[in-house]
């Protein structure tokens, strides 16, 4: 319900400022291309003065400045012209106007109002949402997170950096970078091979890790996840549908401690073990790690915690075990079309929140024995067209089966198979299967 004090209350506007501002493109032609940083027609809510900016926009378009009799000519042509207020309203915009120097603020003041009006129509669509029992309420939150997040987008204004700003800028990159001898941009997998070919995962990037049962995504996305919150100290979550989060941090302290995973889990360890142990517990303590236990997690509630975590915590990327474990929303689609819609909607989220998703992916029966190309990829053709860059693990398992019961280490493929700004090709890694953990063959033979 409306509260009474608010009923038949005039929208939040501020006509005058409206109007001075549209006196001052006259005023001052040039103008034009700084305002459109901050406002469109839209953002008016006089309807005179929207048909006014909105030829103004025209004749600019055109590279023509918009004075009296520029403007009415071109209303007249777009057939707006008594919307406009006609001749005479538009004649009377200068004399109201002050300035032009202050153009910029006339239209902050006009954005401002716009903003606060977006929120009510916002609302008030909400409450009616709300009372709509047919939906569920995980859709109107997200929803409405999206809604929100769209209104803070259109507010930031597009703005430009001249050649003088960027050059320090980019030589004290530089310099960081000769400081640091990394050779990524990204994030850091902690496999310098892969590193070197990726330059670190990129923020806005959908990363695909794909391989068959047992062949170790699980393992390779700890590994990752390890290397980027307990080593680089990078905020980091980790969304696990399939496997319990104790059960996860046991791989991980064994990972970190160097101790048989089999072990931990039987309870053998030996007494000369916990100093390694606790040192280790002791450094994924203070890591900014962030571990999210929700078999056949919905879409809606892993987008929302998503947004929860970055905002919270900042999270510089995110880790999702597995992508077909997700539940949508409407289970009356074919399995395909819902994986296509949450491949599509991870690779928004990644840009919305412009860091790296890393979705692991089970790939078809097909790849068993063979080395696996895109296609393999379970479920759905949108996985390959929408992920940015795409990973296989493989290694022949039967032949390995026995040396992986004798070998402290097994050779593994880490294949890109697909990268949208690099290149692609093959990666030897380690698989050390007591720890269950990956590692880079220069490390081990180092």
């Known amino acids: ?3 009474e004090e608010l009923k038949d209350k005039v929208p939040p506007h501020n006509a005058e400022a409206e109007q001075a501002c549209l006196g001052a493109l ?17 953002d008016f809510y006089v309807n005179a003065n929207r048909e006014v900016f909105a030829g103004v926009i ?11 009799i520029t403007l009415t000519e071109e209303l007249r042509l777009l057939g707006t012209l008594d919307r406009a207020g006609g001749p005479g309203y538009i ?16 239209a902050r003041i006009v954005q401002e109002a ?27 939150l997200d929803e409405a997170q999206a809604r929100i997040f769209e209104i803070c987008q259109n507010r930031q204004a597009v703005s430009y950096k001249s050649v003088k700003e960027l050059i320090p800028e980019t030589i004290k990159t530089i310099e960081k970078l000769f400081k640091d001898k990394k050779d990524y941009t990204g994030v850091p997998s902690g496999l310098p091979e892969l590193d070197k070919m990726t330059s670190g995962f990129q923020n806005s990037e959908l990363v695909i890790i794909g391989a068959r049962p047992s062949v170790g995504k699980t393992a390779l996305a700890m590994s990752m996840a390890s290397n980027i919150a307990v080593k680089e100290r990078i905020s980091c979550a980790f969304f696990t549908l399939e496997m319990a989060d104790m059960a996860l941090m046991q791989r991980l302290i064994s990972s970190e401690a160097r101790i048989a995973s089999e072990r931990i889990r039987s309870g053998l360890i030996k007494p000369s073990d916990f100093n390694a142990l606790m040192e280790a517990a002791g450094r994924i303590y203070e890591a900014p790690l962030y571990i999210v236990d929700m078999p056949n997690i919905k879409l809606l509630d892993l987008r929302t915690m ?21 539940t949508h929303e409407n289970a009356d689609l074919p399995r395909w079309e819902q994986i296509a819609s949450i491949s599509r909607s991870l690779k928004s ?16 029966r097909e790849a068993e024995g063979k080395q696996p190309n895109l296609a393999d990829l379970r479920e759905s053709g949108s996985i390959e067209q929408d992920a940015d860059l795409i990973l296989f693990l493989h290694r022949d398992r039967e032949a390995n089966k026995t040396r992986e019961e004798r070998s402290e280490v097994v050779e593994t493929e880490l294949i ?9 090709g093959k990666i030897e890694i380690a698989f050390i299967p007591k720890y269950t953990r990956f590692e880079s063959i220069e490390k081990r033979q180092g």
């Open 1 to 3: 319900m409306v509260p």
């Open 26 to 42: 006259l005023i001052d032609p040039e103008s034009v291309a700084n305002v459109l940083r901050f406002i469109r027609p839209e």
């Open 58 to 68: 025209s004749l600019y378009e055109k590279g023509q400045k918009a004075d009296l």
């Open 91 to 106: 004649a009377n915009l200068t004399s109201v106007t002050p300035s032009s120097a202050n153009v910029e603020y006339y």
């Open 114 to 140: 716009s903003v606060r009006r977006s929120l009510l129509r916002l609302s008030a669509d909400i409450v009616v949402r709300a009372h709509d029992d047919s939906t569920e309420s995980a859709v109107v």
């Open 306 to 326: 998503a947004r929860r975590l970055q905002a919270e915590k900042d999270v510089k990327i995110i880790f999702i075990d597995y992508l077909t474990l997700i």
């Open 349 to 364: 989220l990644a840009r919305e929140l412009r860091i790296p998703v890393v979705a692991l992916s089970q790939l078809k």
């Open 416 to 424: 890109i198979a697909k990268q949208r700004n690099g290149p692609v």
